[in-house]
């Protein structure tokens, strides 16, 4: 405790240090180096994710420039925006007239003009539009539908769905990817009616440039729609774009900003409510008694400096941290609530340990004795807080990784600051305290509380403080009387009321109860839980781009059911052995229990044999199917003629083929489970011709398979590993084996819970319940330690003779059973703030958080005091110590 005498004697060098350190980090955030970094693929999916490289095979092979574009072949994998129009009255879109305005909005989209808004550079769709044959992609299908039903002549064109043949069109147009809801005719069979339809612009990225310009068209047009500027007047159009994420990524970061604000002002003024040592008058003042702010004892300044503290360390952290390139994401701006409520909880357990030591004591021996005492609390949980978050940081996504690196860091400059700057702080107040000064006004000098009668109404309100005489308080390890009772408010409350009604037969019979329910209902939570990152939770209710996937989601399902499959080594499909072997490979992955089976294979092969057969040369087929060269050689004529699949094939530069891909379609994947089991069925059957063939396969729903597969494991990894470093950490601290078993089972109680409870609030095993996941870790910690550690420690201070465990607890009650309130509703107040953010991430964290606070303070007020007591109690008599004083006997008196 020498650092802490020295602070108390020459505090000035601690208190400059921290703020000058601060400064000098602080550069870092306002130098320029802050940059916040999005891409959801990137932050919420598992960074060593087979998805990410099964998608980079097609977008590198067969989307990698602007010149390689087929409309329909690489949906969603390039920069574009997404409009769905319905119709204004929510009937049918395909009515002439709202046909016709459908019409208009595909004219407009491509004849206005837009000017960029960094560079005022002028440009239109045509100039930043993928091409097809050189022309911009202009969604034919839908407007050849418009077209149709607005002139009323859907009748002789046969529109059939999901599929139809016009002759304007050598193949089948598939409308299923471009109307939603559609009504057919029962007898005929064809299109009478749609609910909605989806239109796409895919638009330029290869160069700086064109990304600018493309995502100033993407905003362009999205604003129009919002501040309805679109000529259009019987439809809605709801709209989705590249950047949607990101964008509303950045929304609730800025909705984050002014809600900080308030709750550094409501954490403030909680702090220093909280500080205020109320005593009544021992006079009365117009015939009753009535409460008075003792202004020596009370430490307002405190409170101030505790909450001021905290943020120095969360600006140092962050500082720090991006001075030494760590990646700063969206969900990191979570991180100062979190930090300044721990920081509050230190500030309240030096408080309380500094008016639990005598005032006859001088400040030095006072730091020295509160310091000994709430220390090695602060120290544990600092420890603790700071592994539990270095364990979360073992998860394989960004955003759980990032997070967890700037809260560690925030967690260790707290610790660092409390220990320094608070600590002196605290010296100085204590120097104010000692000479009888105004805990405010240090200059003034306060009037005796004693004499409260004679003085004015305003010096009893903001002037009078108790002097020495007045507090006759017993010296450590004196066993107070009842007339020298100078305990605090809070600890009569909890060693008199609370701890008495807690041991009440009749309330620990309800306590074991309710945790019986508790367990029970946290179990069936788990298994009830859904797993998985939904992108659709980015975007927030209100937002037009919400609507859009709603719609989308409803009614354009087929796209993630499209298995892409890529054949990086091809077999030479002419030679009889090399396509048998390779459509034996095929047949298994069409035969999956997933699959839809051959029929919904499409597959440049299978197009060319039925292109030959319908020539009608007999067994033309079967020759070339036996001849090599010849096979190739017809090969050429027919991918001119259909140019879908010449875009399929790769070639070498010998004029080989180097690669190809074809599609089928999935089904039966309902639930995650399901996803996972096809991903690693279809996987397991490309790995088995790897060699052979080096087949790759892609859809979306690969990546909710990766995240199914990581998120359940990593959850119970990160507790099992906490678990199993929190026990040694608390041990060392707190050598008393009894506790570090006692706050390992606090751990697991409290982190069944929360996974358990989340499922009930509409919680997901994501990325971002993984980190209040892995914060349950370290508030649990908090609490078991505070509450283990005066259950060994504290009663020792009171009692001559060896504490019954009952005496045990109301002891470790009356220490840290205020303290333990005060930072769980500092808690609650900063995270209360985070309910007016709407926004998923921030929804989840406050409703995880919500849930740890709520479970960790029952744990450590009720559950842990009684098991504390209850084992501790059959230990002794286990080994024949007998009790100073059974629980009965003191609910009986």
Same mark, same amino acid.
């Given at each position: ?349 030096? $408080? ?37 978050? $270095? ?157 859009? $996937? ?25 030679? @009889? ?138 959850? $119970? ?85 060896? @504490? ?90």
């Amino acid at each position: 405790m020498l650092e802490a005498i020295n602070e108390s004697s020459h505090p000035l060098p601690f208190i400059i240090l921290p703020i000058v350190l601060t400064a000098v980090l602080s550069t870092s955030i306002l130098g320029g180096h802050f940059e916040i970094i999005r891409g959801v693929h990137f932050l919420y999916a598992p960074l060593n994710a087979p998805w990410k490289a099964e998608e980079a095979i097609f977008r590198d092979l067969w989307a990698n420039s602007d010149d390689k574009f087929y409309p329909g072949k690489d949906f969603l994998l390039r920069k574009g925006l997404y409009l769905i129009a319905e119709a204004a009255d929510g009937g049918n879109i395909l009515r002439p007239d709202v046909a016709r305005d459908l019409i208009s909005l595909l004219d407009w989209i491509r004849n206005s003009s837009f000017v960029e808004a960094k560079d005022q550079i002028p440009y239109s769709y045509s100039d930043i539009c993928l091409r097809f044959q050189n022309e911009c992609f202009a969604n034919a299908q839908v407007r050849f539908l418009a077209d149709i039903f607005a002139r009323g002549d859907q009748k002789s064109f046969n529109v059939t769905f999901p599929r139809f043949r016009s002759e304007f069109s050598t193949e089948p147009i598939d409308i299923s990817k471009v109307i939603g809801g559609v009504e057919l005719d029962p007898v005929r069979g064809t299109v009478v009616g749609a609910r909605n339809a989806i239109v796409l612009y895919q638009l330029k990225q290869e160069s700086k440039l064109a990304r600018d310009l493309s995502f100033d068209f993407e905003l362009a047009v999205a604003r129009q729609i919002d501040e309805n500027k679109v000529p259009i007047s019987k439809l809605k159009i709801y709209y989705y774009h590249s950047d949607t994420f990101d964008i509303e990524l950045a929304e609730g970061t800025l909705q984050i900003v002014p809600v900080f604000t308030v709750t550094f002002l409501v954490l403030c003024t909680f702090a220093v409510l909280c500080t205020f040592n109320i005593t009544w008058s021992r006079t009365s003042l117009k015939g009753a008694p009535v409460p008075l702010i003792d202004w020596v004892v009370s430490k307002p300044f405190l409170g101030i400096i505790g909450v001021v503290s905290a943020l120095m360390a969360i600006v140092s952290a962050t500082g720090l941290l991006l001075w030494m390139g760590v990646t700063f994401v969206d969900m990191c701006s979570v991180m100062p609530f979190l930090s300044l409520t721990i920081g509050i909880d230190d500030t309240f357990l030096m $408080l309380a340990s500094w008016h639990e030591t005598s005032r006859r004591l001088s400040v030095e021996d006072r730091i020295e004795a509160a310091m000994r005492h709430a220390g090695v609390s602060i120290t544990i949980t600092s420890v603790t807080d700071a592994l539990a978050f $270095l364990i979360g940081a073992i998860a394989p996504l960004p955003a759980v990784i990032y997070f967890c690196y700037y809260s560690c860091a925030a967690i260790c400059f707290i610790f660092l600051y409390s220990m320094t700057f608070f600590v002196a702080v605290m010296a100085v107040n204590g120097r104010w305290e000692e000479a009888g000064r105004h805990a405010l006004m240090p200059w003034c000098e306060t009037k005796d509380i004693s004499n409260a009668e004679n003085e004015s109404k305003v010096a009893c309100l903001f002037n009078l403080g108790s002097r020495l005489a007045d507090t006759v308080g017993s010296e450590t390890g004196s066993e107070p009387s009842v007339a020298e009772d100078n305990r605090l408010w809070y600890q009569r409350f909890f060693a008199d009321r609370y701890a008495p009604f807690i041991c009440h037969p009749v309330v620990q019979i309800a306590a074991l109860l309710s945790f019986i329910g508790y367990v029970v209902v946290a179990y069936f939570g788990i298994q009830n839980m859904v797993v998985g990152f939904d992108l659709m939770n980015i975007v927030r209710p209100e937002a037009p781009p919400y609507r859009f $996937l709603q719609l989308q989601t409803e009614y354009f399902l087929n796209d993630v059911s499209k298995l892409d499959i890529a054949v990086l080594k091809p077999p030479n499909m002419g030679s @009889p052995t090399e396509r048998s072997d390779f459509l034996k490979a095929l047949t298994e992955i069409e035969s999956t229990f997933c699959s839809r089976g051959r029929n919904s294979t499409d597959f440049w092969y299978f197009a060319y044999e039925k292109h030959v057969n319908q020539l009608g040369f007999g067994s033309f087929w079967t020759d070339l199917g036996e001849d090599a060269e010849s096979f190739s050689d017809n090969l050429a004529p027919f991918l001119m003629a259909h140019e879908k699949y010449d875009y399929d094939i790769l070639h070498g530069s010998n004029g080989t083929i180097s690669a190809f891909r074809l599609t089928t379609q999935l089904a039966n994947y309902g639930n995650d489970e399901s996803i996972l089991e096809c991903a690693r069925t279809i996987r397991g059957i490309c790995a088995k011709y790897h060699a052979q063939f080096d087949i790759h396969t892609y859809t979306p729903l690969w990546n909710l398979a990766d995240q199914f597969e990581i998120m359940w494991p990593q959850t $119970l990894q990160d507790l099992y590993i906490s678990i199993l470093v929190m026990m040694p950490i608390a041990l060392l601290l707190i050598p008393q084996p009894f506790c570090a078993v006692a706050i390992g089972v606090s751990i697991g109680s409290i982190g069944l819970g929360v996974v358990g409870f989340m499922t009930w609030w509409h919680v997901n095993l994501d990325a971002t319940s993984m980190i209040t996941i892995a914060m349950s870790v370290g508030f649990s910690v908090d609490f078991a330690a505070h509450c283990t550690y005066a259950y060994m420690t504290e009663a020792n201070n009171h009692y001559n003779h060896e @504490p019954s465990p009952y005496e045990r607890m109301v002891a470790a009650l009356s220490a840290v059973g205020w303290p333990i309130t005060q930072g769980s509703l500092s808690v609650f107040l900063g995270i209360t703030s985070l309910a007016t953010v709407q926004t998923y991430v921030v929804e989840t964290c406050f409703k995880t958080i919500f849930l740890v606070i709520t479970f960790g303070m029952i744990h450590a007020l009720l559950y842990l005091p009684l098991v504390l007591m209850h084992t501790h109690g059959l230990y002794l008599r286990f080994f024949g110590r007998k009790k100073s004083m059974d629980v009965s006997d003191v609910v009986a008196q």
